[in-house]
């Protein structure tokens, strides 16, 4: 069975910055997408930063030039740069990934979600 463990969140000021990791564990064949979204209270959960298999990358426009999006395929991982917080980034960050896994299939897999709360 495939799991993503994120980690990394926690609590920051505004203006800080965060990196969140999540590697991705398991029966793993092949990782296309990895990507992070996010889900404030009240809202619905959105895509922050996605990033292919062939390694484009597509941000939100709330958090480009603020947030940098990367992958270590070698350790199936993919982390989230966030700089320059605010407030309005409070959030569950939730990961993100399509897998080929022991099905011999793609597969869609959530992580668990990690808190960052940006205290202003």
């Known amino acids: 069975q495939v799991q993503l463990v994120e980690s990394g969140g926690g609590l920051v000021q505004a203006g800080g910055s965060l990196r969140l990791s999540c590697a991705a564990s398991g029966i793993i064949f092949g990782i296309r997408t990895m990507a992070w979204y996010r889900q404030a209270p009240g809202k619905q959960r959105e895509l922050v930063a996605g990033l292919s298999g062939g390694g484009s990358a597509n941000y939100a426009d709330s958090v480009k030039g603020r947030f940098t999006i990367s992958r270590d395929n070698a350790k199936n991982t993919v982390y989230l740069q966030m700089n320059t917080l605010n407030a309005e980034d409070t959030a569950v960050y939730y990961c993100?990934?399509?897998?080929?896994?022991?099905?011999?299939?793609?597969?869609?897999?959530w992580g668990q979600g990690t808190q960052v709360t940006v205290s202003s």
């Open positions: 993100y990934s399509v897998i080929k896994d022991g099905s011999s299939r793609y597969r869609d897999f």
